[in-house]
């Protein structure tokens, strides 16, 4: 794959050497040039120097031919701004940072639902060691063909769980609604909002992300579909 990033931030860095190890492709923005010179030593990637929400720049990385767009800069406005021009500009996927609760709301409402929220993660994982509770991220339980599959029901899909026209293979896990965790059977019908989270065999993604227009799948542990199953 080949993968872009915005920024040197700490967490750019740590997920660049795990890609490279991985023996994918990676290519930096950063507008330092002094910094691009310190991690040129250091690291086996293409650099692109400016500022990574010009359009001008952004193209220069070549968006055809990348697979994933990461925007971790330090301002959640910034990464907010940078993935919408880079997904106007044709990048696959395009992931920002946001941090703040009230720009996570607004990235969904634009559509970034690949948005990600490293400080709470992190965060919650601390509470848990500090209560005792074991965590277990959702994407380490699931194997071979199963995915997990999460997206935000819209008002056509305000209908009975057994009339959500899903492929086979395919079932309904959870969902939350305003932040509260629910089961398929607590509740008669979804509501516009309700996040809702499948398992399905790897083959229907490509029909899930039709029909609902990306979704997130459950190798990105910071989003709602790799939220941990908590266990003492």
Known sequence: MRIAFIGTSSLTLSVTQALLEAKHEVVIIERDQARIDELSDQLEVGFIHG???????????????????????????????????????????????????????????????????????????????????????????IRGDAMVFDFRVADEDAVAIDELPLPERCRVICLYRNDAFLLPEQIAAFEPGDEVLLITHRDNLDKLRRRWGGGTESKNPDSRAARKAHKS
């Open 51 to 141: 500022d990574g929400t010009a359009p001008a720049i952004l193209g220069d990385a070549e968006p055809e031919n990348t697979d994933v767009l990461f925007c971790l800069q330090n301002s959640d406005q910034t990464n907010i701004l940078a993935a919408l021009i880079g997904r106007s500009l044709g990048f696959k996927r395009v992931v920002p940072r946001v941090n703040s609760t009230q720009f996570q709301c607004i990235s969904y409402e634009l559509g970034l639902e690949d948005s990600i929220m490293p400080n709470r993660a992190v965060a919650s994982h601390l509470k848990d060691m500090l209560t005792g509770d074991k965590s277990l991220e959702l994407s380490s339980l």
